[in-house]
């Protein structure tokens, strides 16, 4: 059964930093590709960061370009958001998300990863 558990948010002032991680069950996140997107109360989801899982490639959204790093770590089955310079508007719930191989619908797309399952979310308050 494919489960996906995120953490690592918490509470940090503009310009600081936080990790976050998720830990995948159920599935070798070196199959196709992960996302990783956020979502605030009123507003609509915004996906940040992809990975390519088998070749490594990885893509941002324009707002968080050269402030996050989305990486993963094969052997432990982890996906990892590495955030810097966190600005207010960062705050947000942090979702992992993956498409899920044994179902075939409600996709969302991010930069060619199509993915329909994550997490329980991870929150991240940035003051300023």
């Known amino acids: 059964q494919l489960q996906l558990v995120e953490s690592g948010g918490g509470s940090v002032q503009s310009g600081g930093s936080l990790r976050l991680s998720c830990v995948v069950s159920?599935?070798?996140?070196?199959?196709?590709?992960m996302v990783w997107f956020r979502q605030s109360p009123g507003k609509e989801r915004e996906a940040v960061a992809t990975?390519?899982?088998?070749?490594?490639?990885?893509a941002y959204a324009d707002s968080v370009e050269g402030r996050f790093t989305i990486s993963q770590d094969i052997a432990k089955n982890i996906l990892y958001l590495q955030m810097n310079s966190l600005k207010s508007e960062d705050t947000a719930m942090y979702y992992c998300?993956?498409?899920?191989?044994?179902?075939?619908?409600?996709?969302?797309?991010?930069?060619?990863?199509?993915?329909?399952?994550w997490g329980q979310g991870t929150q991240v308050t940035v003051s300023s």
């Open positions: 998300a993956a498409p899920n191989p044994h179902s075939s619908g409600g996709f969302y797309y991010f930069k060619g990863c199509g993915y329909n399952f």
């Open positions: 159920g599935y070798t996140i070196r199959r196709n590709c």
């Open positions: 990975i390519d899982t088998n070749r490594g490639d990885t």
